[in-house]
């Protein structure tokens, strides 16, 4: 399966925006889907997941600013980032638990925050 993640983009603090993982296959066969981030200087931290379609989890720094869900339209699974903070600049990743293993790390989308 193959993964795009998209929506990246430069916003300025408490702006917001949606990132896009689009999937080359049915996104609704896969349990469990993940968005990671990297800070410059930082190492990858997991910021949200989705499990079964609706069980959800997030880091706590980004608790109650961002949202996962899946989108049938797009085949997608996205995550609506508001209120950004310029902690939240990063390279952001998804991944999809294949059942025995995660997808491999793609190029991922930029999320520049900054005034």
């Known amino acids: 399966v193959q993964l795009q993640a998209s929506g990246g983009g430069l916003v300025q603090p408490g702006g917001s925006l949606e990132l896009s993982c689009a999937a080359s296959?049915?996104?609704?066969?896969?349990?469990?889907t993940a968005w990671y981030r990297q800070a410059p200087g930082k190492e990858r931290e997991l910021v949200a997941n989705?499990?079964?379609?609706?069980?959800?989890d997030y880091a706590d720094s980004v608790k109650g600013r961002f949202s996962i869900g899946r989108n049938h339209v797009k085949n997608s699974v996205d995550l609506q980032m508001n209120n950004l903070k310029i902690e939240d600049t990063g390279v952001y990743y998804c991944?999809?638990?294949?059942?025995?293993?995660?997808?491999?790390w793609g190029q991922g989308t930029l999320v520049t925050v900054s005034s």
């Open positions: 991944r999809l638990w294949l059942g025995s293993k995660w997808t491999p």
């Open positions: 296959e049915n996104i609704y066969g896969f349990r469990t």
């Open positions: 989705i499990r079964d379609g609706f069980t959800t």
